[in-house]
């Protein structure tokens, strides 16, 4: 993978990125990868690999619900039953 350097990053946006990681569960580079490619559009020509690419991401991070969630099985079990 390529590396690149910047300078002259301002210190909030700095904390702000951190921040932005923190909440995400990531690292400041994650983060900033992350945002570049949402900021960056893709070549609209090349949609096989933006599909791709897409489902790799969502198979990376996929959602866990927080300790406590209700199971969906129970509550459409619960919806039926009334």
């Given at each position: 993978m390529a590396v690149l350097h910047l300078e002259n990053v301002p210190e909030d946006l700095v904390r702000r990125i951190?921040?932005?990681a923190e909440r995400i569960r990531?690292?400041?580079e994650a983060a900033i990868v992350?945002?570049?490619e949402e900021?960056?559009?893709r070549d609209p020509n090349?949609?096989?690999t933006y599909v791709r690419d897409l489902l790799d991401r969502i198979r990376q991070n996929p959602i866990v619900p927080t300790p406590g969630?209700?199971?969906s099985v129970e509550l459409l079990r619960e919806d039926r039953n009334r």
């Open positions: 951190e921040r932005l990531q690292t400041p992350h945002l570049l900021a960056v559009p090349d949609e096989r969630t209700p199971d």
